[in-house]
Nanobody, 124 residues
Framework: QVQLVESGGGLVQAGGSLRLSCAASIRTFSTYAMGWFRQAPGKEREFVAAISRSGGSTYYADSVKGRFTSSRDNAKSTVYLQMKNLKPEDTAVYYC?????????????????WGQGTQVTVSS
């Protein structure tokens, strides 16, 4: 049974920072590529970032490139999303996802497991 649990969300002012964590109950965590998505009210869930199994490669949506950084600690079975210079348009529920294959993917259906999400609210 794979479980993903996000944490670290909250309320922050524009220009501030947050770091999200996603703890995975996956015995072979290092064999899973991971992704981050977000969903704002009334909008589709959209891709934010992806990180390879080793953590050596990352890929970001244009809207967050240069502001967000994803990393992972395979020894702790945890993936992170460091968010800086947050904007009100970053307000959303953020989800982590696990893909039981390698590669960096931005399509939701390419991921096999999802967390429950954590709310990020950025005030102006």
């Amino acid at each position: 049974q794979v479980q993903l649990v996000e944490s670290g969300g909250g309320l922050v002012q524009a220009g501030g920072s947050l770091r999200l964590s996603c703890a995975a109950s996956i015995r072979t965590f290092s064999t899973y590529a991971m992704g981050w998505f977000r969903q704002a009210p009334g909008k589709e869930r959209e891709f934010v970032a992806a990180i390879s199994r080793s953590g050596g490669s990352t890929y970001y949506a244009d809207s967050v490139k240069g502001r967000f950084t994803s990393s992972r600690d395979n020894a702790k079975s945890t993936v992170y999303l460091q968010m800086k210079n947050l904007k009100p348009e970053d307000t959303a529920v953020y989800y982590c996802a696990a893909r039981d294959l390698g590669g960096l993917r931005e399509v939701r259906s390419d991921y096999d497991y999802w967390g429950q999400g954590t709310q990020v609210t950025v005030s102006s």
